[in-house]
C-alpha cells in the first residue's frame, strides 16, 4: 500500500507519496493530491503485473535485419527455384552489407529510398534495382507475419518499383527458323538440334529441357511433363508429330534391341552429361550462340525460343493468353502481358465476325 502524506511548506502545499517495490522504497512529491494517487496506482499495477504477468514486462528483443536475413534464407529462400536462390542471395548479401547491424524498427521507407538510389548512383539498370527490392521483401513480410513476430509494420509496403522499359518478346520470321535449326544441325554438339526444336516447340525453359528425362516424354500422349520448373509446378505441354518422331529417332539410337532390359530408362536423361552420364548436361549455351552466329542471329539468346513459341501461338491466332500463360507455366497473367500486343489482329477478326453476324439482319 502506499502512503499518502500532505506537507505545508514556503512553497505551498505539497503530496509526498511512499511506496515498497521489491525490498525498496519508492518516493515522489506532487501538487495535487489527485496526481499522488495516479503515480500510487500505477507503481501498484507495475508490481501486480510484474508478479503474475512475468513475461509481459519483458522488453522484446531488438532483431536486426542481419538477422532476418539469416532466418529468411534458412526458412523460405532455401525453398524457391536454385536461379532465384543464386540472384536473391546476391542481392541480400549486399542488403546484409549495408543494413546488417540496423535494427527492424529502425528500417523505415526513407532509409530504404536512400538504400535504392545508392544502387541508382552506381548506374544500375531499373530490373536490377528491382531484384533487390524483391529480394529483401519477402524476407519483411515473414518478420510482420506470425510466424516470426519481430516486426510490426512492412516498410516495403511504401517502396516503390522502379518503372522498367517494355520487356522483350523477340520472335523469328520461318526462313530465320530454318537458318537457324540447319546451323545447329551442323554444329558439333550432338545434343543441340534436339534441344533447339524442343525449346522452339515447347517453350521451355533451358534448365527445364536439359533435365528432362524420358519418363517426362509420354510418346502414347505426345506430351511433355516439365517437372523441375521455376514455379515448382509442373505442367504438360502436347508435342507436334514431328517433335514426337525425332524423340523415338533419338530414344531408338540411344537405346537399341540390345540394350539392358533391367535399366531404368525413365530415370534417364534426354541431354546427359559427357563426363557422367548419371547427372544432366548444364550448359549448352555456347553451341547455341556458335549456330546462331552462323546464320547473323547474335542477338537470338536461348531464353528469346521461348519468347517465340508463345508470339508464335498468339500471332497464328491459334491460342489465347489465358492459354499461353499455362502453356509457359507463368503463375500470373501479369508475366504474359509482354505479348498482347501481338493479339491485336487476332481480336480484330473477333469483333469484326461478331459485328458482321450481330449487324447482317439490317444490312438485308
Same mark, same amino acid.
Request: charged fraction near 25%.
Given at each position: 500500500?502506499?502512503?499518502?502524506?500532505?506537507?505545508?511548506?514556503?512553497?505551498?502545499?505539497?503530496w509526498?507519496? &511512499?511506496?515498497?517495490?521489491?525490498?525498496?522504497?519508492q518516493?515522489?512529491?506532487?501538487?495535487?493530491?489527485?496526481? %499522488?494517487?495516479?503515480?500510487s496506482?500505477?507503481?501498484?499495477?507495475?508490481?501486480?503485473r510484474?508478479?503474475?504477468?512475468?513475461?509481459?514486462?519483458?522488453? @522484446?528483443? /531488438?532483431?536486426?535485419?542481419?538477422?532476418?536475413?539469416? *532466418?529468411?534464407?534458412?526458412?523460405?529462400?532455401?525453398?524457391?527455384? &536454385? &536461379?532465384?536462390?543464386?540472384?536473391?542471395?546476391?542481392?541480400?548479401?549486399?542488403?546484409?552489407?549495408?543494413?546488417?547491424?540496423?535494427?527492424?524498427?529502425? *528500417?523505415?521507407?526513407?532509409?530504404?529510398?536512400?538504400?535504392?538510389?545508392?544502387? +541508382?548512383? =552506381?548506374?544500375?539498370?531499373?530490373?536490377?534495382?528491382?531484384?533487390?527490392?524483391?529480394?529483401?521483401s @519477402? %524476407?519483411?513480410t515473414?518478420?510482420?507475419?506470425?510466424?516470426?513476430?519481430?516486426?510490426?509494420?512492412?516498410?516495403?509496403?511504401?517502396?516503390?518499383?522502379?518503372?522498367?522499359? @517494355?520487356?522483350?518478346?523477340?520472335?523469328?520470321?520461318?526462313?530465320?527458323?530454318?537458318?537457324?535449326?540447319?546451323?545447329c544441325?551442323?554444329?558439333?554438339?550432338?545434343?543441340?538440334?534436339?534441344?533447339?526444336?524442343?525449346?522452339?516447340?515447347?517453350?521451355?525453359?533451358?534448365?527445364?529441357?536439359?533435365? !528432362?528425362?524420358?519418363?517426362?516424354?509420354?510418346?502414347?500422349?505426345?506430351?511433355?511433363?516439365?517437372?523441375?520448373? &521455376?514455379?515448382? +509446378?509442373?505442367r504438360?505441354?502436347?508435342?507436334?508429330?514431328?517433335?514426337?518422331?525425332?524423340?523415338?529417332?533419338?530414344?531408338?539410337?540411344?537405346?537399341?534391341?540390345?540394350? !539392358?532390359?533391367?535399366?531404368?530408362?525413365?530415370?534417364?536423361?534426354?541431354f546427359?552429361?559427357?563426363?557422367? @552420364?548419371?547427372k544432366?548436361?548444364?550448359?549448352?549455351?555456347? /553451341?547455341?550462340?556458335?549456330? +546462331?552466329?552462323?546464320?547473323?542471329?547474335?542477338?537470338? +539468346?536461348?531464353?528469346?525460343?521461348?519468347?517465340?513459341? /508463345?508470339?508464335?501461338? !498468339?500471332?497464328?491466332?491459334?491460342?489465347?493468353?489465358?492459354?499461353?500463360?499455362?502453356?509457359?507455366?507463368?503463375?500470373?497473367?501479369?508475366?504474359?502481358?509482354?505479348?498482347?500486343?501481338?493479339?491485336?489482329?487476332? *481480336?480484330?477478326?473477333? *469483333?469484326?465476325?461478331?459485328?458482321?453476324?450481330?449487324?447482317?439482319? =439490317?444490312?438485308?
Amino acid at each position: 500500500m502506499a502512503t499518502i502524506t500532505k506537507y505545508q511548506g514556503k512553497r505551498g502545499i505539497s503530496w509526498q507519496v &511512499k511506496i515498497r517495490r521489491q525490498g525498496a522504497w519508492q518516493s515522489a512529491s506532487f501538487k495535487t493530491r489527485k496526481e %499522488a494517487e495516479d503515480w500510487s496506482r500505477n507503481i501498484e499495477n507495475q508490481i501486480v503485473r510484474a508478479k503474475y504477468y512475468p513475461d509481459e514486462t519483458q522488453k @522484446p528483443t /531488438a532483431h536486426t535485419t542481419g538477422e532476418l536475413i539469416d *532466418v529468411y534464407m534458412q526458412r523460405s529462400l532455401s525453398l524457391k527455384a &536454385k &536461379k532465384t536462390q543464386v540472384n536473391h542471395g546476391r542481392c541480400l548479401t549486399w542488403w546484409k552489407g549495408i543494413l546488417g547491424d540496423t535494427t527492424l524498427t529502425n *528500417v523505415t521507407p526513407a532509409l530504404l529510398e536512400d538504400c535504392i538510389q545508392l544502387l +541508382r548512383n =552506381k548506374g544500375f539498370s531499373a530490373a536490377y534495382i528491382n531484384m533487390h527490392i524483391d529480394a529483401l521483401s @519477402p %524476407a519483411f513480410t515473414l518478420a510482420t507475419s506470425p510466424r516470426l513476430a519481430w516486426a510490426g509494420v512492412n516498410p516495403f509496403t511504401h517502396v516503390k518499383r522502379l518503372q522498367t522499359p @517494355p520487356e522483350r518478346a523477340p520472335m523469328l520470321t520461318p526462313i530465320q527458323v530454318e537458318q537457324l535449326l540447319e546451323c545447329c544441325d551442323i554444329s558439333k554438339s550432338k545434343h543441340l538440334p534436339l534441344y533447339a526444336r524442343l525449346s522452339l516447340a515447347t517453350g521451355g525453359r533451358k534448365q527445364e529441357i536439359l533435365t !528432362l528425362t524420358w519418363g517426362q516424354i509420354s510418346f502414347r500422349n505426345k506430351s511433355v511433363t516439365f517437372r523441375q520448373t &521455376k514455379g515448382r +509446378r509442373q505442367r504438360t505441354v502436347p508435342l507436334p508429330d514431328m517433335i514426337v518422331l525425332l524423340l523415338k529417332k533419338v530414344y531408338d539410337e540411344r537405346f537399341p534391341e540390345d540394350y !539392358l532390359a533391367d535399366v531404368d530408362r525413365a530415370d534417364m536423361y534426354l541431354f546427359p552429361s559427357e563426363r557422367d @552420364p548419371d547427372k544432366p548436361r548444364r550448359e549448352i549455351h555456347i /553451341a547455341f550462340a556458335n549456330a +546462331r552466329a552462323r546464320c547473323n542471329l547474335e542477338w537470338f +539468346r536461348p531464353h528469346d525460343q521461348r519468347h517465340h513459341f /508463345a508470339s508464335s501461338l !498468339l500471332m497464328d491466332g491459334q491460342a489465347d493468353i489465358l492459354m499461353v500463360s499455362r502453356l509457359l507455366g507463368h503463375a500470373d497473367l501479369k508475366q504474359t502481358s509482354r505479348y498482347t500486343h501481338l493479339t491485336t489482329d487476332y *481480336v480484330a477478326d473477333h *469483333v469484326q465476325r461478331m459485328a458482321d453476324a450481330m449487324f447482317r439482319n =439490317k444490312k438485308e
